[in-house]
C-alpha cells in the first residue's frame, strides 16, 4: 500500500502555509544582504574578453561546476565528500517534499510503484542517511575543529544550523519509522524500515506522532528562514559568487581608467577626484563585497598562504574576515587601516594561491591589492625599502637602485640585434631584472644564444625597459599606466607584434594589462618559446643522467595555468622529480608583489621553498623566473654553498646540441 | 609668507661607476635626468614649512625646458609654484644671478632654501654665492628650521655635532639630510594637480663667467680585484682575513 | 701669491691647508677662529673666538681688501664652507670648491658626479678662493705658538645659541688608521654596538653610511662619504654598505678596503681588495672571537 501524506496530521497545509511567512522572512534576510552587497562602488568593467558562455552576467562553466557541484570543495577529500553527502542528500530530500507536494496539491501518484519504490523509498532513505552522515561530519568538526577554522577567528553560527538540520533529519527518519510501524513496511525505504523494526509500536502513537511531525516541519522551516542570518547563506551567495567570477586566471586587477581624470584635470576640483584605491569598506566594488559576505571563514586560503606559513602578520582569511566583520556592522565609512596594519597589507606576494584554493570562488588578493592602491596613490604609504625600488622606478625607470651594472653589462661579451622595424619577426623584451641583477643576466645570454642556434629572427631594444609590473604589484596605478603607455607608443611606432619575455611578471604584464591600455602582442614566455623551437625541430638538447625538480613560478603557474611545458622541457634534460607543493599548490618563492625588495617580518618564505626544493635530493633546482631564480639563490645559501638554482633557459643553454 | 627652494635637475646620481660615460666632459644625455638628492630633502624642508606656518612655497631653477615634468615632482610634493629659468651653464655666477632675477621677481621672500650640494658638479657653493648675491645671511648644513618669536631658528649639523642657530636677518639655507626631512612620495592627486600647474619660464640673463679654465674631465680607473674569502665557517674567514690583512702589512 | 687660511684653531684641518699653500707662497697668512693655541709658522695671524661665519664675513672682507691677498684658502668644512661661498660672491672673486689634488703651475683637481669623475682647472685670474677636501692633503706637523691679532667684527646676523658634541668613542674618523663602517645593512641602531667591539679591538673608529644614518640609526657626525667625512685609513671595513659613489667619495683615499655583504652584486665589492659575502651577523662576531682570542 502507498504511503498516504499526512498521516494523522489533520491542518497539515497549515505547514505549507507557514512556508509564506517564511519566505518573507527569507526573503528579507537575502535583501539585508543585497542592500549592504550594493552599497558598494560600481564594478570597474574588464576589458579582455573571456570566450566563455555566459547568461545576462554569469558565468555558465564556473556557476555550475564551482558554485552548484562544489568542485573545488573536494579538494580536502573528506570535508568535500561530507558535504556532498550533506548537500546532495538534502537537494533529493527536498525533491522529495516537493514530491509530495505535488501528490497532495496535484495528485501526482508519485507514491505508487516504480518510483514510489526508488525514488520516495529508497533513494530518499539513502539520501537523509547520507545528509545525517555529513551533517555529523560537520558536527564533530565544529568540536574539534582542525587549525584553519580557528585560525584569526571562528565563525560562529555552525554549530546550531548544523544541529538543527540533524535534528530535522532525525525527527524525519522517526517519524518514517512510526508511520512505517502503524501502516505496514514501506518498500524500498529500507532506514525507515530498519528503525521501524526496532521501536516497535509505541503507545499514543497520535500524540507523539502529530508533536514530532510540527515540530519536524517547525524546526525544518525555521531552519530555511534562518538560512540567510546564517552561515548557510552560502546557499545562495557561494553559486552567485562564483558565478559572478570571471574565469579568468591570476588576480584580475583590470587597468585604473585615469585618461578621463588626466583629460578633465583642468576642470575636476582635486577633492572631487574619486578615491584610487580602497580605503574605506564603500570604496570596495559589490562584486568584493559579496566576496566578503560570502566567506565563510573555511580557512583553506590560510593554510597556502606564504605569509602565514613564515610567521607573517598577514593572513588572507583574516584581511576578508575582518572586512566581512566590517560590512555585518555596515561601517562603510571607516578607515580600514584602523583595523588592517599597513605591513600586513604589504606582506602579500601576490602569489594567488588564496585565490587557487577558495571554494567560493572569493578574490583575496584583489581586495588586498586594492587598498595597497590607497596606501600608496593617496597617503603614499609603503615600507622602506619596498618605496626606495619605487622611488628609483619613477625617476630613472627600473626599481634596482643601486644596482652595480650599466643597462647594456650583460651583453657585453655576446653580440645581440636590434629590433628592426618590418624586418625582425620577434622581440625579445629583456625587462629590468635580467638587466640589472648579476646573476639574472646569464638568462638573458643564455636566451639570446639559444635563439641565434635556432635561427629565430629576434632583436632587441636599443634601451631597456621596464614593463612597470613593479608598479603596479607596489601598488601605483598610476606609474605603471604612466610607463606601460611610454612602452606602448615606442612599441608601435616599431611596429612590433610579437613578444619574448624573460620573466614572468613582464608576461603577465602584457598579457592581462597592456591589451586594456591599447597594447595588443603575441607574448611569449621564454619556455614556451624554447618549446616551441624543440617541438619544431629547430632546437635540440642532449639528455644528462641528472635529477631536476622544478620551481613553478606564480606568474606562470596559478597566474597563467602554465604547469606543463616548463614539465616538458625539463624532461628532455633531465628527470623531474616534483616537490612536495608543486603545479597549482606550488609555493612563491616570496620575490612577487613588490617583496622582492622587502624587509620581511617572520622567517623567510625563500628560505622554506629552498628547503622544500634542496629535500628534493635533485640535482639541479630549475626555475623560470628571474625573482625566482634569485629568491632561490639566496634561500639555498643556508642548506648548501653549491649553486644548484638555474633558470630553465640556463639549462637548455647549457645542454643544446 | 614666501619661501623659496632652489632645485637642479641632474643625471642619474646613483649610475654605476662601471657604466659611468662622459661626453664632452659631461655626464653622457642617456643618464636619466632627476631633482638631486639634497634638493629633494630641501624641498621636504620646504613643504613641512609651509604646512606648519600656512606659506607659499615657490620652486625655482635654473636649467633646460625639459627639465620641466621632472620639476613637477617637486610641486606635487607640495609646492604652490614653479619658476625655471631657461639656461645650460654650470658656472655658478651665472646660475646665481639668475636665481636670483627669478627670486626678485617674487617679492617679499621670508627665506631661501637649497640642497647642500648638488649631485653633478659637487661643488655646493651656488648657495652661498646667491645668498651673496641677495644680501642675505647664508648657513649651511641645515636639517631643520623653526619659528621662534618672529625669528628663524636653524639646526646646522656640524663635523662633531649640532649648533642651534638665531638667525636674525634673511637667510639662504642649504639642506642636507636628516631621518627628519625624508622626501615624501606625493600622492596621485597631488601629481595630477601638479601637471595643471602654472609654469613660469624666464629667459636667462647673460652673466661673465668665472674666470678659471676647465682643462679636462677624466673617469678615474678604479683598478681593484677584490679577493673573496670563502665563508664555509665564520671563524676560519675571520682568521684568513686578519692574515691576509698583515701579509700586505695594512695591518 | 699672497695667501690667507682662514679655519678653525684645529691641528689637522691647519696643517692640511699649510701644505696646500705651499704650492703658493711661502708664509701664509692665517685668520684662526675659535678657541685654543694656534701653532707658527705663518706670517700675520688674526684671530677671532667667533666661528659662525655670516658673523665673520664683513670683517674677512675689510682684511681681504686692505691685505690684497691673491689667495684665499679654506676647508670644505662646515665653517669653511659658511664663508668660501658668501667671500667670493662679496668680492666678485672665482672660487673652486672640494679641490682633492694640486699641481703646479696652478692646476688644481676635484671631484664631480660624485666623485665618478674628476675635473682638472687651471687658475686663470686671482684673486681666487679654494676650499680643499679633507684628508686630501698630507698634514704638515707645525708646532709652536704664534702671536695674533685680534679680528673686530661688525653685525653678527647670527646667534648661537647651543652646541652639542655628539660623544666621539675613541679615535676621530679623520684620524684613524682603521674604521669600521656600518650601512643600511646594520639593520638596527642596536646592531652598531658590535661594530664598536670590532673597532674597539682594532684600536678604530667607526663610520657610518648615509643609509645608516637617514635611518637614525647613528648621528651623522659619523657619515663617512662625499657630503660626510672624508677618512684615509689603512683598513676600511665597510660593513652591509652598498657602496653607492657618494660613500666611495669618502674613501678614495683609504689603503685597503674589506667588504662584508650579504648580497654578492652589492657596488662595494668593485672597490674592495678583500670581499666576505656573508651575513656580517656571523663574521663580525667571529672577528671578534678571533681577535680577543688571538690577537692581532
Redesign the interface.
Known amino acids: 500500500m502507498g504511503r498516504t501524506p499526512y498521516w494523522l496530521i489533520k491542518y497539515g497545509f497549515i505547514i505549507d502555509l507557514l512556508s509564506i511567512p517564511v519566505g518573507f522572512v527569507f526573503a528579507y534576510g537575502i535583501f539585508i544582504h543585497w542592500k549592504r552587497i550594493r552599497m558598494g562602488t560600481e564594478r570597474i568593467k574588464l576589458n579582455i574578453s573571456v570566450s566563455t558562455p555566459k547568461i545576462g552576467p554569469f558565468y555558465i562553466k564556473p556557476f555550475i561546476f564551482i558554485g552548484i557541484l562544489g568542485s573545488k570543495i573536494y579538494k580536502k577529500i573528506f570535508s568535500g565528500i561530507a558535504h556532498g553527502f550533506l548537500f546532495w542528500g538534502m537537494v533529493l530530500l527536498l525533491l522529495g517534499t516537493i514530491s509530495v507536494l505535488m501528490n497532495v496539491v496535484f495528485g501526482i501518484p508519485v507514491f505508487k510503484g516504480l518510483f514510489n519504490y526508488y525514488f520516495m523509498g529508497f533513494t530518499l532513505d539513502l539520501a537523509g542517511l547520507l545528509s545525517l552522515a555529513g551533517v555529523l561530519f560537520f558536527i564533530f568538526r565544529r568540536i574539534f575543529p582542525p587549525q584553519r577554522i580557528t585560525a584569526f577567528k571562528e565563525k560562529k553560527g555552525f554549530l546550531l544550523v548544523e544541529t538543527s538540520i540533524a535534528f530535522v533529519i532525525i525527527t524525519g527518519f522517526l517519524l518514517e519509522s512510526l508511520r512505517i510501524s502503524y501502516n505496514g513496511i514501506d518498500p524500498g525505504s529500507f532506514i525507515g524500515n530498519w528503525i521501524s523494526g526496532i521501536i516497535g509500536k509505541p503507545g499514543n502513537i497520535k500524540i507523539i506522532y502529530q508533536s514530532i511531525w510540527w515540530i519536524h516541519g517547525i524546526v525544518a522551516l525555521a531552519v530555511i528562514a534562518y538560512i540567510p542570518y546564517s552561515p548557510l547563506v552560502h546557499l545562495i551567495l557561494a553559486p552567485i559568487n562564483s558565478g559572478l567570477s570571471r574565469p579568468l586566471s591570476g588576480l584580475k586587477m583590470g587597468v585604473m581608467n585615469f585618461s578621463e581624470?588626466?583629460d578633465n584635470?583642468?576642470e575636476i576640483q582635486?577633492d572631487e577626484?574619486p578615491s584610487?584605491g580602497v580605503g574605506r569598506l564603500a570604496d570596495f566594488s559589490w562584486k568584493r563585497l559579496l566576496d566578503f559576505s560570502t566567506c565563510l571563514w573555511c580557512g583553506r586560503c590560510h593554510e597556502v598562504c606564504p605569509a602565514v606559513l613564515t610567521g607573517k602578520s598577514l593572513t588572507p582569511k583574516g584581511i576578508i574576515v575582518t572586512l566581512s566583520e566590517l560590512l555585518k556592522e555596515e561601517k562603510f565609512q571607516e578607515s580600514l587601516f584602523n583595523y588592517i596594519s599597513i605591513n600586513t597589507i604589504y606582506n602579500c606576494t601576490t602569489c594567488a594561491a588564496c585565490i587557487e584554493v577558495c571554494p567560493v570562488s572569493i578574490n583575496q588578493t584583489k581586495a588586498i591589492m586594492r587598498m595597497r592602491q590607497y596606501l600608496?596613490?593617496?597617503?603614499?604609504e609603503?615600507p622602506e625599502t619596498m618605496?626606495r625600488a619605487?622611488?628609483?622606478l619613477e625617476?630613472?625607470?627600473h626599481p634596482f637602485?643601486?644596482?652595480?651594472?650599466?643597462?647594456n653589462?650583460w651583453q657585453k661579451d655576446i653580440d645581440v640585434p636590434i629590433f628592426q622595424k618590418e624586418k625582425t619577426e620577434y622581440l625579445l623584451w629583456i625587462g629590468c631584472s635580467v638587466a640589472y641583477?648579476?646573476?639574472a643576466q646569464n638568462i638573458a645570454r643564455s636566451m639570446v644564444k639559444i635563439l641565434k642556434k635556432a635561427g629565430v629572427s629576434f632583436g632587441i631594444l636599443p634601451?631597456i625597459r621596464c614593463t612597470g609590473d613593479p608598479a603596479k604589484q607596489m601598488g601605483?596605478e598610476?606609474l605603471f599606466i604612466e610607463i606601460a603607455q611610454q612602452n606602448i607608443e615606442y612599441l608601435s611606432s616599431l611596429g612590433v607584434k610579437n613578444i619574448i619575455t624573460l620573466c614572468p611578471h613582464c608576461y603577465d604584464s602584457f598579457i592581462h594589462y597592456y591589451p586594456e591600455i591599447g597594447g595588443i602582442y603575441r607574448v611569449f614566455p621564454h619556455v614556451l618559446m624554447i618549446k616551441k623551437l624543440l617541438d619544431s625541430g629547430k632546437l635540440h638538447l642532449k639528455k644528462q643522467n641528472i635529477n631536476i625538480t622544478l620551481h613553478d613560478s606564480c606568474y606562470l603557474g596559478r597566474h597563467n595555468k602554465i604547469f606543463d611545458e616548463p614539465r616538458e622541457l625539463i624532461s628532455y634534460i633531465g628527470k623531474l622529480i616534483e616537490m612536495k607543493r608543486n603545479r597549482e599548490l606550488s609555493l612563491c618563492c616570496g620575490g612577487g608583489g613588490g617583496n622582492y625588495w622587502t624587509?620581511e617580518e617572520g622567517t623567510r618564505i625563500n628560505r622554506e621553498r629552498a628547503r622544500e626544493a634542496f629535500e628534493t635530493g635533485a640535482d639541479v633546482i630549475a626555475t623560470s623566473c628571474p625573482f625566482c631564480l634569485l629568491m632561490l639563490t639566496d634561500g639555498i645559501k643556508g642548506f648548501t654553498?653549491e649553486n644548484k638554482v638555474f633558470d630553465i633557459a640556463e639549462l637548455c643553454e647549457n645542454f643544446m646540441e | 609668507m614666501n619661501i623659496v627652494v632652489c632645485a637642479k635637475v641632474v643625471p642619474d646620481y646613483e649610475v654605476p661607476a662601471s657604466d659611468f660615460e662622459l661626453v664632452n666632459g659631461r655626464a653622457h644625455k642617456r643618464f636619466t635626468r632627476m631633482i638631486g638628492l639634497y634638493d629633494e630633502n630641501a624641498v621636504e624642508v620646504g613643504v613641512q614649512l609651509k604646512e606648519k606656518y600656512n606659506g607659499n612655497l615657490i620652486i625655482i631653477s635654473y636649467g633646460r625646458e625639459e627639465d620641466i615634468p621632472i620639476l613637477r615632482k617637486a610641486i606635487a610634493m607640495g609646492g604652490d609654484k614653479l619658476i625655471i629659468i631657461i639656461g645650460n651653464s654650470d658656472d655658478p655666477y651665472i646660475i646665481s644671478e639668475n636665481l636670483k632675477m627669478g627670486i626678485e621677481r617674487i617679492g617679499d621672500v621670508d627665506f631661501v632654501l637649497a640642497g647642500r650640494q648638488s649631485a653633478d658638479m659637487d661643488r655646493g657653493i651656488v648657495p652661498g654665492i646667491l645668498a651673496g648675491m641677495l644680501n642675505y645671511t647664508f648657513v649651511p648644513q641645515v636639517t631643520q628650521i623653526e619659528l621662534i618669536n618672529g625669528l628663524w631658528k636653524a639646526i646646522q649639523v656640524t663635523e662633531k655635532g649640532i649648533r642651534e642657530i638665531k638667525v636674525s636677518k634673511k637667510a639662504v639655507f642649504s639642506i642636507t639630510d636628516d631621518p627628519g626631512n625624508i622626501p615624501r612620495i606625493p600622492p596621485v592627486r597631488r601629481i595630477l594637480a601638479a601637471k595643471k600647474m602654472p609654469v613660469e619660464k624666464l629667459n636667462e640673463i647673460q652673466v661673465p663667467p668665472m674666470q678659471i679654465e676647465e682643462i679636462s674631465v677624466d673617469i678615474p680607473k678604479i683598478e681593484i680585484e677584490c679577493e673573496f674569502l670563502s665563508v664555509e665557517d665564520p671563524k676560519e674567514a675571520a682568521r684568513a682575513l686578519l692574515n691576509r690583512l698583515k701579509e700586505e702589512r695594512y695591518l | 701669491m699672497k695667501t690667507l687660511i682662514i679655519e678653525i684653531i684645529d691641528a689637522a684641518r691647519l696643517g692640511e691647508l699649510y701644505t696646500v699653500s705651499k704650492f703658493f707662497t711661502d708664509t701664509p697668512d692665517l685668520v684662526a677662529l675659535g678657541e685654543g693655541d694656534i701653532p707658527s709658522g705663518f706670517g700675520k695671524v688674526f684671530h677671532t673666538d667667533e666661528i659662525l661665519g655670516a658673523n665673520i664675513l664683513n670683517a674677512l672682507l675689510d682684511l681681504i681688501k686692505d691685505e690684497r691677498y691673491e689667495l684665499i684658502l679654506l676647508s670644505s668644512s662646515t665653517e669653511g664652507n659658511s664663508i668660501a661661498s658668501p667671500l667670493a660672491s662679496f668680492l666678485s672673486l672665482p672660487i673652486i670648491s672640494e679641490v682633492i689634488g694640486i699641481e703646479k703651475d696652478f692646476i688644481v683637481k676635484k671631484p664631480l658626479y660624485g666623485g665618478k669623475a674628476l675635473v682638472t682647472y687651471k687658475i686663470k685670474k686671482t684673486p681666487i678662493i679654494i676650499t680643499i677636501r679633507r684628508n686630501s692633503f698630507e698634514r704638515e706637523d707645525l708646532k709652536g705658538s704664534s702671536n695674533t691679532i685680534p679680528l673686530e667684527l661688525k653685525d653678527k646676523p647670527l646667534e648661537l645659541l647651543a652646541e652639542k658634541e655628539e660623544k666621539v668613542e675613541g679615535v676621530p674618523l679623520e684620524e684613524a688608521d682603521i674604521i669600521v663602517t656600518g650601512g643600511r645593512g646594520i639593520g638596527a641602531p642596536e646592531n652598531f654596538k658590535m661594530l664598536r667591539e670590532l673597532a674597539d679591538l682594532l684600536k678604530g673608529a667607526v663610520g657610518a653610511s648615509r643609509g645608516a644614518v637617514d635611518e637614525g640609526w647613528v648621528p651623522p657626525q659619523m657619515q663617512v662619504g662625499q657630503t660626510g667625512k672624508i677618512v684615509a685609513p689603512n683598513v676600511y671595513f665597510a660593513i652591509g654598505v652598498s657602496g653607492a659613489s657618494q660613500h666611495l667619495a669618502g674613501i678614495t683615499n683609504a689603503k685597503c678596503v674589506v667588504a662584508i655583504n650579504i648580497d654578492e652584486e652589492a657596488n662595494i665589492f668593485k672597490r674592495a681588495n678583500f670581499g666576505i659575502v656573508s651575513d656580517y651577523r656571523k663574521i663580525v662576531p667571529a672577528l671578534i672571537d678571533v681577535l680577543r682570542e688571538e690577537g692581532i
Not at chain 1, 401 to 407: A, E, S
Open positions: 581624470l588626466v584635470v583642468e582635486e577626484l584610487l600608496l596613490m593617496e597617503l603614499s609603503i618605496g619605487y622611488k628609483s625617476n630613472r625607470g637602485f643601486g644596482t652595480g651594472f650599466g643597462p653589462d641583477e648579476e646573476r634601451d601605483s598610476f624587509e654553498q
